[in-house]
């Protein structure tokens, strides 16, 4: 498929447990971001790349979170020592250039992350 | 982190019937976003505005940049079923930080 994909689609664990979300942005597509999406809410910026790099982690809630891109690739994100307030989607989104102007951010359909 | 102040949170609306929904800042943005979101997926951009004042169209779809910078408005006409879905606003701060703000959310149900 040409959109962003992402996995697990849906993520159950228990509170305490790291887990380890996957992004694969569209191909050829240098920047990647993440979001945080809790329920009923607009979506929250956590992190941004531009190739393997990242300019702006301001987003990220704790040092429980971080994340890395490879390859100009794909990205994860590692959530340690997950806790109930963590539950909530989790959505990649890539686009082709950086900067000047807005460039396009095409999502993908998000990782529901469920600790109990 | 922060977020827009959008409303209406939630419509209630007939078939065909117009839509208007809102968008307000605290801070300047130099571009503002239109998204929807249906369930299980990740936000579509509708529209995308750079300019004060602008003024854009996307089918039944209009949208406005506040004067202000501070601001915009969606407008969707002659609503059908397939509009149903949450609408996001999005500001972008600065050229150069990719970064986006978004709003609440203003879910539109069609009332049969």
């Known amino acids: 498929g040409a959109g962003v994909s992402q996995s697990p689609s849906n993520k159950v664990t228990e509170k305490g447990k790291d887990v380890e979300l996957r992004c694969d942005p569209i191909?050829?597509?240098?920047?990647l971001y993440w979001y945080r999406q809790r329920l009923g809410q607009g979506l929250e910026f956590l992190i941004y790349?531009?190739?393997?790099?990242?300019?702006?982690k301001s987003g990220l809630p704790s040092d429980r979170f971080s994340a890395e891109r490879t390859g100009e690739s794909v990205s994860t994100l590692t959530i340690q020592r997950t806790q109930q307030e963590d539950s909530a989607v989790y959505l990649c989104?890539?686009?082709?250039?950086?900067?000047?102007?807005?460039?396009?951010?095409?999502f993908g359909p998000g990782t529901r992350l469920t600790v109990l | 982190g922060q977020q827009l102040n959008q409303s209406p949170q939630s419509m209630f609306i007939q078939e065909g019937e117009d839509v208007s929904m809102n968008c307000t800042s605290s801070?300047?943005?130099?571009?503002w976003l239109w998204y929807k979101q249906d369930p299980g997926e990740g936000p579509v951009l509708l529209i995308a505005l750079y300019k004060a004042g602008e003024l854009t169209s996307n089918g039944r779809l209009t949208a406005q940049f506040g004067i202000t910078r501070k601001d915009s408005f969606l407008n969707i006409s002659a609503s059908i079923p397939s509009d149903v879905g949450i609408y996001f606003c999005?500001?972008?701060?600065?050229?150069?930080?990719?970064?986006?703000?978004f709003g609440t959310g203003t879910r539109l149900t069609i009332i049969p």
């Open positions: 790349f531009q190739g393997n790099s990242a300019p702006d």
């Open positions: 999005a500001g972008q701060l600065n050229f150069g930080n990719e970064k986006l703000t």
């Open positions: 989104a890539s686009s082709l250039v950086f900067g000047v102007n807005y460039n396009e951010q095409f």
């Open positions: 191909s050829g597509h240098t920047a």
């Open positions: 801070s300047i943005f130099n571009t």
